[in-house]
């Protein structure tokens, strides 16, 4: 699964730096509990969009823990940690 989902898009994609846990990998990790169950409510969302498509449907699993780089970004629907995301450029070329 994680070669499927991480490892070939990275590849495809000329993110040479992304889709493996390893030295030297841009690592981004969610930590998600698989039995728990939810109902979607958009004012519970950190999101500032205000809304979800999927908003009053119960879902199950749920994130737990996302690590970015390495930090504890977010645990227990909590924000933790400041926002670091940045812009990736990919090679226009993405078969070389």
Known sequence: MAELLSWNPAQRFGLLSKGDIAPGFDA?????????TFV???AESESTQGYSPFEGQ??????????LRGDLI????KIVGPARGR??????NRLT
């Open 74 to 77: 977010y645990h227990n629907g």
């Open 40 to 42: 979607v409510r958009a």
């Open 58 to 67: 119960e879902l199950t699993g749920r994130v737990r823990s996302t690590f």
């Open 28 to 36: 981004d990790i969610a930590l998600v509990d698989p039995n728990e």
């Open 87 to 92: 812009y990736l450029r990919r090679p226009l």
